[in-house]
């Protein structure tokens, strides 16, 4: 299991935006994962905060988490990603969404588009940007983005995983046959822990229809949106690996205290959580 911390890009106190991911780092933590809202005035571009966050850090995993691609084109966003992962030294994953909060995109000069066509239009970006990592010509006609002959590079230091945030069945389905992972969030406004089953079933179905193996896709969820601090319990982090079958917890920073929390979590919670999963 690796443990993160689930970040507000909070632009109101800019530097304890940033103690918080130095924290992260001096903890032990295995990543970061940075919300991106570009219409949220209060927030700092996701974008130029990894990037700074990356010359402040030595050894954690940066991603955001997850992007809003209708306000992200997709091959400036490979060679974003890529360049970020050379420049840090492989410690890069990218988180896509499909798309939210239109009005919100649409007051930012994005599209609004329907649940249809948000998955597909994502659909199309992940055949880009994995063309791209992967060092091939842009050669794409799509109905939403198109590429004719761009050149990819520099490529990435590493294998950049594309995880995407997915709840609904086409997006579950376009996880399974595409993703290299599964990043959605867990709480009361967003994915309930008893739909969670169901839905790593649908991820593995659709794998094994694709003719890839289920285990090859990282399961990570963002955890402890409704109480951040039950996931300092480390019996309560080791069952959301156990039981729910993520690899991956990204645990929400509480506003009260948030150095503190990262701290015990990094230092206590997560070495006590993975002696547990050890010993089921």
């Known amino acids: 299991m690796r443990v993160g911390v689930f970040i507000v890009p909070g632009g109101d106190e800019p530097q304890g935006t940033v103690e918080q991911i130095v924290a992260a780092d001096r903890a032990g933590l295995d990543l970061v994962g940075i919300q991106d809202h570009p219409y949220q005035r209060r927030f700092l571009d996701t ?17 955001p988490d997850v992007l809003n691609l209708p306000l992200r084109q997709p091959a400036v966003l490979a060679k974003s990603a890529a360049s970020l992962d050379q420049l840090s030294g492989g410690r890069v994953e990218l988180g896509l969404g499909a798309g939210a909060f239109w009005e919100g ?5 994005g599209p609004r588009r329907t649940p249809g066509e948000s998955v597909d239009a994502l659909e199309e970006a992940i055949t880009l940007i994995r063309a791209f990592f992967g060092g091939e010509t842009l050669r794409q006609e799509g109905e939403f983005y198109s590429a004719a002959g761009g050149k990819p590079g520099p490529l990435p230091a590493h294998p950049i995983g594309i995880w995407v945030g997915a709840y609904g069945p086409r997006m579950l389905r376009l996880t399974g046959r595409l993703a290299d992972g599964w990043l959605p969030s867990m709480g009361s406004n967003y994915m309930a822990e008893d739909e ?10 659709a794998a094994k229809a694709a003719g890839r193996d289920p285990s090859e896709i990282v399961r990570a969820v963002n955890a402890g949106l409704d109480d951040p601090h039950e996931l300092l319990d480390p019996e309560r982090l080791a069952r959301i690996s156990i039981e729910l079958g993520f690899e991956v917890v990204l645990a929400t920073v509480p506003a009260d205290d948030p150095i503190d929390f990262i701290r015990r979590l990094g230092e206590e919670a997560a070495p006590r959580a993975r002696e547990l999963e050890g010993s089921s």
């Open 105 to 109: 995109v649409e007051a930012m000069g």
């Open 196 to 205: 969670v089953a169901e839905r790593q079933a649908a991820i593995d179905d």
């Open 47 to 63: 974008w130029t905060l990894l990037a700074y966050a990356a010359a402040r850090t030595e050894r954690v995993t940066l991603l």
